[in-house]
T-cell receptor
Framework: GESVGLHLPTLSVQEGDNSIINCAYS??????FIWYKQESGKGPQFIID?????DKRQGQRVTVLLNKTVKHLSLQIAATQPGDSAVYFC??????????FGKGTRLSVIA | DAGVIQSPRHEVTEMGQEVTLRCKPI?????LFWYRQTMMRGLELLIY????????DSGMPEDRFSAKMPNASFSTLKIQPSEPRDSAVYFC???????????FGQGTRLTVV
């Protein structure tokens, strides 16, 4: 049946713990992936990206892992802080298409 | 750089009225995107331009929606006539190329009553 609304999966973590947000993609031709963070009332903001010739990339407190075999992307946030509370989107594209966004995961940090 | 600038931030209009949303992309970016975000459908790509030329408008929901990019520093998204189901947050984004990282504006929250 038709969905009556977009129920975002929610991840609740304790402040200081590590967070892992997962994303499954369907297009095996996708070769570029981005994680975006969207805080309430703001536009999505770039966090980190990865190309398909890599399986891991690290930033400041964030790590993106790519498993092309199972078409899975994850975002790991170390020592999660209250300011990390937001909706996180994965986005993908091939070499000649614009970004396609996933549905998003809401991260809630418990102080 | 000030980033992608959208105006207005909020718009409330009556059903049947024309609505025009405006966007100034980041200087030097060649691609511009219009997205719509709703609770029902998430973030949807409506249309995107490359070098001021519309490349794909297949995401535009109906003929009531139109978008223009008269120059590299300005784009508009127009809805005429507006309907309550058009209520959403509309985002403009720009990027160096349409296949790379997109930078988003703050969005325009549209409410059609």
């Amino acid at each position: 049946g038709e969905s009556v609304g977009l129920h975002l999966p929610t991840l609740s973590v304790q402040e200081g713990d590590n967070s892992i947000i997962n994303c499954a993609y369907s297009n095996s031709a996708s070769d570029y992936f981005i994680w975006y963070k969207q805080e309430s009332g703001k536009g999505p903001q770039f966090i980190i990206d990865i190309r398909s010739n890599m399986d891991k990339r690290q930033g400041q407190r964030v790590t993106v892992l790519l498993n092309k075999t199972v078409k899975h992307l994850s975002l790991q946030i170390a020592a999660t802080q209250p300011g990390d509370s937001a909706v996180y989107f994965c986005a993908e594209n091939t070499g000649n298409t614009p970004l396609v966004f996933g549905k998003g995961t809401r991260l809630s940090v418990i102080a | 750089d000030a980033g992608v600038i959208q105006s207005p931030r909020h718009e409330v209009t009556e059903m049947g009225q024309e609505v025009t949303l405006r966007c100034k992309p980041i200087s030097g970016h060649n691609s511009l995107f219009w997205y719509r975000q709703t609770m029902m459908r998430g973030l949807e790509l409506l249309i995107y331009f490359n070098n001021n030329v519309p490349i794909d408008d297949s995401g535009m929901p109906e003929d009531r929606f139109s978008a223009k990019m008269p120059n590299a520093s300005f784009s508009t998204l127009k809805i005429q006539p507006s309907e309550p189901r058009d209520s959403a947050v509309y985002f403009c984004a720009s990027s160096l190329q349409y296949t790379t990282e997109a930078f988003f504006g703050q969005g325009t929250r549209l409410t059609v009553v």
